[in-house]
Structure formats: C-alpha cells, structure tokens
C-alpha cells in the first residue's frame, strides 16, 4: 500500500489489531517498539507482550527499551517516516515524537477530549455510556491532548462488558486508520484541536478499584462497575474477611427493602445480592482459595452458607 517506514508502538492484544491491519495491507512495518516482558506464574517465565509475540510471527525486528527517554536515539535511528502508536504504556519522549517527516499517529479508543489517559474503554462501560469511538490522532508532548485527524463512533451495548467492546473498537479503529492513511499521507486531513473545556480523564484502574461497594453503589453503578472490569482486573466483593471475584452476572431491577450487599440466595443459577434499587445476580464467581465456578456449583457447595451474611 506504501513503501513509507512505519514504526509501529504498542504492547497489548488490542494494539496487535492494528499491526495486523497494517502488515494486512501491505504498509511498510519496518521496525516494533513494545514494553519489556515480564515473568508470568510461579516459575517466573519470561512471556512475550502480545504485540511482540505478533512481531516475531511477521519477521519484523522489536526493540523494548526499559526507560524509552534513555534509549529515544536507538529508536530515531530506525530512520521511520511515520511512527503509528497504539495502547504503548509509558510516554513517548518529545524527541521522538518530531523525529519521523510524517510525524507521530497515535490510535486512542474514545472520543477526545472525553477519556484521556490509560483505561478510557473500562471507564466508559463503567459510567454507562451508551456511546464511545475511535480518534486518529496526533501524538503530542501532553497526554492525548493532539489534534484529531479523524474519529468515529461505536455504540455500547447494555450489556457489553470491556471485553467485548473492546473487540468492537479494534474493528473499528482497524477501519479508520486504513481509511484515513492515504489521505494523511497526501496532507489530506486536516487535525482538529481538542476543546478542553470537554477534557476528561480515565486514569488506570487501581487496586481500590477493584472493589465494589454495595452500600455506595446502586443496582445499575454495581453492575457497570462489574462489567467494566472484565475481563481484567475483575472485581470483587468483600464478604466475612474474604474477596469473592465476579466474573458474570446480571441486573434486576425491583424495589428491596433488604440492607444492600445482602446475598439474598440462589435462585435460577445465580447468587442474588441485594442493592438498592434490584438485585446483582452473580452467575459465575470465584470465592477466595477457590477455583472459578458457576453460581450454580457454588450453591452446592459452600455457596450456600453466605445466605443472609452481607458483602461490605
């Protein structure tokens, strides 16, 4: 599609759609740039990041500097004519970013100035939008603050939990970047500056984060907060001292007039909690020390002797 260098920056599963667009479609991949690997389980095995792993497969060299600021000289060596970024996860210095004649393209999945910063896909399935997209961008000294080349938008689902809207925007941001390549190559688009007034922030999820809180959070914060974690971090409840994980469930809303964070019971496969405003029905779970299992396995076990107790 074109003989200009692209070096390509990223390190999660959602930033390998946007590598395998671009090799797809013949553009010039010259040279990957992904965070370190680490040691993974108990015998610390050093695992390749996702983008890596997917560089290897292509035959294309990758460079994982430790402190990019430190090694920005090996990288502008590499002599790219554009650098495309995508979900990197450290900054990237100034230095580089003016290196390529093109520039730097950063790939942001929401709609800036709404969601700057690392978790901008949980924090949207976790406020409810209904709506969120996809923004080629430039990539500037600020974080996410560079004009927007083009955007699009995907709606989210009631139910969509991260994982599965994020498999919508890696579709979605695989179509943009494509569609709007040619025309930034030819100087075509034309950026358009953010409005700061409309800035919001989507810092990473934290441990803190993890929890919910069923006397703070209704039946609907509840649930979104449960699905935007999964299927990472994934978040818990905290009942007697111990973290049960959540890893599916569902909504009811009704009136309760039990303390919200009651577990209710099992009924129809799930364990049913009680929040204000309905009932959190917890399909599949993972009680602490335990391996992960449907509800319906936990009622049979110990799952049963949590009816009546209630969750912080």
Known sequence: MSSKKIVFIGTPEFACAILRALKENDYNVIAVVSQPDKPVGRKHILEKTPVHALADEYGIPVLQPVNMRKEADSIIAL???LIITCAYGQFVPEKILKAPEYGCLNIHPSLLPKYRGGAPVHRAVWNGDTVTGVCLMEMVKEMDAGKVYARCE?????DDTTETLNLKLERDACELMLKSLPAYFNGELEGVPQDPEGVVLAPNISKEDEQIHFAQEDVHQAYNHLRALIDWPVSYGLIEGKRVKFYRAEKKVCDITEKPGTVLGFNKKAMEIACTGGILRIL???????????????ANGAGRSLTGKIFE
């Open 79 to 81: 002599g790219a004519d």
């Open 154 to 158: 995907t709606p989210i689902d009631p």
């Open 284 to 298: 599949e779970l993972q009680m602490e020390g335990k391996s992960k299992m449907s509800a319906e396995a936990f």
